[in-house]
């Protein structure tokens, strides 16, 4: 019994799937614990040290605030508080910033900069791992020590408004809650009057310890129309009286308990230039971090510009606050300014307690502790803290105490500091093992170059090794997107050198046309039974019809031929300036920009409908009467969206002032989508029963790869519609101008799909970098979170263009070719082809795990590498399954 080839080819990748999925378990880390504790049992609190004398001080100290307020605004970049926005829309928390009582910084939170991971750190101070970015779509129990269960243990009412993620992290935690969907990124006004209703309830009431407030709006904002929306000054507007108000309450409760209470004002992560975060960019990272209490009375000419620090050490700072122990897996250091106020005794012993916690966390993690600076200073700091005790209790009062406590401080502060960035860089523990056994089921893909070659072979060899290689550079990774463009212009140069040699040379001098099993490394296949698998001609032709060759094209369609690879050129060079992406140059102006300001409503408006036109136009020619007229109602369905929610305008529109959220047109555009692809699987299943009409088979795939263009429109923001119009028309130049006179073979054109989707993919406006995930395509037609159709469709929006690249290919090789071998063969290069990179790929990882950017450059790529072999398995599974078909017909 001989297996396929596309069928070993399945095989492969979906043993390859499984090979990612294991080294990506062992690849993404538990980040450091510490073993001390478990279930939160209470440990004594360490004794104030002293020399000859004994203290009294044993016990954790007081509370340092009677009710402590923590309003979290998702997405709030430093900026926006810090900057010209703030001092426009938010002249309240500017105020407080600039001359009020409070202490104001700038928390840098580490990557990946998403929700979920974010809150943990917040609440642990510890660095969660890079995986986290996956488990922030279901957030599981946070089992790990934390400031809220430290406050539950202790006896604290706590009361919770917003994202349901803190519900699902700490469940029956909060006596009272009330979470909001975080996902649903259409809804900016409901998600945060959510949170709002309760307030005024609340702030009346005195039986609650802790009251935090998650607010999402601003964070939807960006997702939907970027940082630069006149939406966002609405919203920072509204957050800057719900400050006020929630301030203004508190300084009223004090004048009656005469105890200071806190306000906590926070983002969890910024968003960048295009409104998403997830990366770490500048603006991504840093968050701005105001801490508001009349404690932090300053004196008049008292100028505090806001400091750098690190979003884990807020965790520390409210534990102190709150009388609670420091989370014992927090890396952060206290916040000074927080108790700079307090009596030198207080102050002495707050950074005592933090240094013993960070110094036993780094005793678990770290077998050479002892040679660390920060032990030994954390030692000197504290032999220095006994001596400055023993004067304190025998009443000395002098300046000599004066000058060691200041010198204790200072060392106590240095030591934190070292402490701190010891433990951040622990956070890498690798499972090597699984690593390991993940690597050789990656790597288990054969192939048995042959000696014969193509130029084109050349180039496609030469282009694939060396964007293998270039993986092993952050730089490349970064900017990966300036290499698919030099390889597809690369491919269109060796085309046109190809052509002109048949126009003008003719067939005598092209080389011999070798069959599948005779070329190398894209001609590759396995050998199973007997060394062979029984190659056959791979020339996607039917073989019923002879040859053909550009000497049989006349008149214009011979100059069309000799202008195709220039024209392919041309729409290459105008995708580049529609998106800048990358790291780079992502921050210059590009066309993208350009047409999404308010300013060009009119002209992005014109160039959508013109795109859906001409989509219609390339798409319709090869469908169903039915099909065409669905296709035809779902674009206009997609244009009526987009108006809807007030991107684009119709011809009697002069502004966009009735927005909604287009569930109405989306869900008619989904039903036109549904009925396509049904109608093409009809046609497939009818051809396997009519065995011998060939042409409905063809005209089924097609309708599938037209459904999954018009749900391609829908979901393109209106500016990237040109994309998908550029991406029909250079497959259309290259099916009539190019593979077919030019008679590449199946593993030729395979790769050039394969090449220009991947092109498609930066095109788009994608990086490796997971701030370009657009998670407002996974809500066009919801109303609320539904998790499947969510991420569904949210990944083919991410990776559209290698999928409709891919479907083109399975379309295009049916209508050519009624043997199966050629999709067989099809199978097995692009499995081949897609797999080869991420071999390499998680080799070069392996040995660069410890690498500077390892967790801002290299571990998003892994992600998007992991994601990719997925859709890749499951396009080798649609291959073979046309395979079948073909073969039983």
Not at 227 to 244: A, Q, V
Not at 467 to 491: D, K, M, P, R
Not at 715 to 730: A, E, G, K, T, Y
């Amino acid at each position: 019994m001989r297996l396929g080839s596309g069928t070993f080819a399945a095989c492969c990748v979906v043993i390859e799937v499984l090979g990612v999925a294991l080294f990506l378990r062992g690849f993404f880390p538990a980040p450091v614990r510490s073993s001390s504790r478990t279930e939160h049992q209470a440990e004594p609190p360490a004794p104030e040290p002293s020399t000859g004398a004994s203290s009294n001080w044993t016990k954790l100290p007081p509370p340092l605030f009677s009710k402590v307020v923590i309003m979290l605004i998702d997405a709030l970049r430093d900026d926006f508080v810090f900057g010209s926005k703030g001092v426009k829309f938010m002249p309240y928390t500017t105020y407080l910033v600039e001359k009020g009582a409070s202490h104001s910084f700038v928390a840098e939170a580490k990557p990946p900069t998403v929700t979920m991971p974010r809150i943990k750190a917040l609440m642990t101070g510890s660095l969660p791992g890079f995986i986290d970015v996956v488990r922030n779509l279901n957030s599981p129990a946070l089992l790990e020590d934390n400031v809220i269960t430290q406050a539950k243990a202790a006896g604290k009412r706590m009361i919770f408004y917003g994202d349901e993620t803190w519900v699902k992290l700490f469940p029956q935690h909060f006596v009272e809650y009330d979470g909001t969907t975080s996902f649903f990124v259409s809804d900016y006004t409901e998600v945060d009057d959510n949170v709002t209703r309760h307030l005024d309830k609340v702030l009346k009431r005195g039986d609650w310890d802790v009251l935090i407030l998650h607010y999402l709006g601003l964070d939807h904002i960006g997702h939907i129309s970027g940082p630069s929306s006149p939406l966002i000054g609405h919203k920072l507007s509204e957050m800057d009286n719900i400050l006020m108000k929630i301030h203004t309450s508190l300084l009223s409760e004090e004048r009656e308990n005469l105890s200071p209470n806190l306000l906590v004002l926070c983002g969890d992560h910024g968003m960048s230039e295009t409104g998403s975060h997830g990366a770490s960019s500048m603006e991504e990272v840093n968050t701005p971090l105001i801490l508001i209490s009349s404690a932090f009375e300053r004196k008049p000419g008292d100028i505090r510009h806001p400091k750098h620090v690190q979003q884990t050490d807020l965790a520390a700072t409210l534990a102190i606050g709150l009388g609670l122990p420091i989370p014992e897996n927090s890396v952060g250091s206290l916040l000074f300014p927080s108790i700079e106020g307090r009596p030198v005794r207080e102050q002495l012993r707050f950074l005592h307690l933090n240094a013993v916690q960070l110094s036993k966390l780094l005793q678990e993690n770290v077998p050479s502790y002892k040679k660390e600076p920060g032990f030994e200073q954390f030692k000197m700091a504290e032999r220095l803290h006994g001596n400055w005790i023993r004067l304190y209790l025998e009443e000395n009062t002098s300046e000599v105490l004066f000058n060691l406590g200041t010198k204790v401080r200072r060392q106590y502060l240095d030591a934190l500091r070292t402490l701190s960035l010891s433990l951040s860089r622990q956070v890498a523990q690798y499972d090597i093992y699984s690593m390991l056994v993940g690597t050789v089921m990656v790597l288990e893909n054969p192939a048995h170059p042959n000696s014969r070659w193509s130029e084109l072979d050349v180039v496609i060899l030469l282009g694939t090794m060396g964007h293998v290689l270039s993986l092993g550079a952050s730089s490349f990774i970064e900017e990966e997107h300036q290499t698919w463009y030099f390889l597809v212009n690369t491919l269109c140069l060796a085309l046109c050198h190809e052509i002109y040699r048949n126009c003008f040379l003719g067939d005598d001098c092209e080389p011999r046309r070798c069959s599948h099993g005779e070329r190398g490394f894209v001609n590759t296949a396995p050998a199973l039974q007997d060394g062979s698998i029984g190659h056959d001609e791979l020339e996607p032709h039917r073989a019923s019809k002879s040859p053909t060759s550009l000497n049989t094209l006349r008149g214009w369609e011979k100059w069309m031929a000799m202008a195709s690879p220039w024209v392919i050129l041309t729409c290459c060079r105008l995708l580049r300036s529609l998106n800048q992406t990358g790291v780079q140059w992502a921050h210059r102006p590009d066309l993208g920009h350009w047409l999404t300001s308010s300013d060009h409503k009119a002209e992005l408006s014109v160039l959508a409908a013109l795109s859906l036109i001409m989509i219609f136009a390339l798409v319709q020619r090869r469908c169903s009467l039915t099909s065409k007229v669905a296709m035809a109602l779902g674009l206009l369905g997609v244009y009526c969206y987009r108006a809807a929610i007030g991107n684009v305008l119709f011809p009697w529109q002069r502004d966009s002032k009735d927005i909604s959220k287009g569930l109405i047109e989306a869900r008619f555009v989904h039903v036109f989508v549904l009925g396509i692809l049904f109608t093409g699987t009809k046609d497939l299943l009818k051809s396997q029963v009519i065995a011998a009409d060939f042409t409905i088979k063809t005209v089924g795939l097609w309708e599938i790869y037209s459904g999954l263009v018009l749900l391609a429109a829908l979901l393109f923001r209106p500016h990237n519609l040109p994309v998908l119009v550029f991406s029909l028309l250079i497959q259309t130049i290259m099916t009539k101008f190019i593979w077919k006179p030019l008679r590449h073979d199946a593993a030729e054109i395979t790769v050039m799909h394969y090449w220009f989707g991947q092109a498609f993919f930066y095109f788009q406006g994608n990086s490796n970098n997971i701030a370009t995930v657009d998670i407002s395509a996974g809500f066009v037609g919801l109303d609320t979170y539904v998790e499947v159709p969510a991420v569904f469709l949210t990944a083919f929006a991410t990776f559209a263009g290698p999928v409709l690249w891919a479907s083109h290919l399975v379309s295009f090789l049916s209508s050519e070719t009624s043997s199966g071998s050629a999709l067989s063969h099809a199978c097995f290069c692009y499995a081949l082809i897609c797999s080869f990179p991420v071999s390499a790929y998680i080799i070069l990882v392996t040995s660069l795990r410890y690498h500077l950017f390892i967790w801002s450059v290299f571990s998003p790529k892994l992600l998007y590498e992991g994601m990719h072999i997925l859709i890749t398995a499951a396009i080798c599974v649609f291959f073979t399954a046309m395979d079948q078909t073909n073969t039983k017909s």
